[in-house]
C-alpha cells in the first residue's frame, strides 16, 4: 500500500470517529434531553453525522475536492447516498454474522466491528471513486 493511500484511510478513520461521536452526541441530547422518540432523533443524528462527516472529508481528506467546481449539493447527496448504502450493509454483516453465529449474541461487539469495517471501505473506496473523484487532466480542456 503506498503512503498516501494509508494517511487517506487514516484520516477517513478518525472523520467516521468524530461521525460517530456527533451521531451518538446529537442521539442522546434529543432522545435523553429533550424526550425526542429513539428512532426520530436517530434519522437526525445520522444526517447532522452524514454532514458533519461530508465538511469533514472534503475539507480534510479529499482536498482535491474543495479546488473543483462542482455542485455541493449534488455532492451532498451522493456523499449521503453512499454513506446509507454503508450504514445498510453495516448493519446488514452484523445481522448476517448473528444469524450464521449465534454465539456472537453474546459478544455482539464483534459483529458490530465486522459490519464497521466492511461499512467503513465501501463508504472510503464510494468517496474516492465517486463522491469526490476528480476529472481527469486531459478531461478538463
Not at 446488514?92 to 461487539?109: D, M, N, Q, R, T
Request: charged fraction near 15%.
Amino acid at each position: 500500500m503506498n503512503r498516501n493511500l494509508i494517511r487517506k484511510l487514516f484520516s477517513f478513520g478518525c472523520v467516521g470517529a468524530v461521525g460517530f461521536a456527533v451521531d451518538a452526541g446529537v442521539l442522546s441530547a434529543l432522545n435523553k434531553g429533550f424526550g425526542v422518540n429513539v428512532y426520530a432523533a436517530r434519522v437526525v443524528s445520522f444526517v447532522v453525522a452524514v454532514f458533519v462527516t461530508w465538511l469533514l472529508n472534503r475539507t480534510l481528506v479529499f482536498k482535491q475536492a474543495a479546488d473543483v467546481p462542482r455542485d455541493k449539493r449534488r455532492e451532498y447527496a451522493s456523499y449521503f447516498t453512499i454513506q446509507t448504502i454503508g450504514a445498510l450493509i453495516n448493519l446488514g454483516v452484523f445481522a448476517a454474522l448473528i444469524a450464521s453465529l449465534p454465539a456472537l449474541k453474546a459478544y455482539p461487539i464483534i459483529p458490530l466491528a465486522a459490519g464497521s469495517i466492511v461499512g467503513m471501505f465501501f463508504n472510503y473506496a464510494g468517496a474516492h471513486f465517486w463522491v469526490f473523484k476528480t476529472p481527469r487532466k486531459d478531461s478538463l480542456k
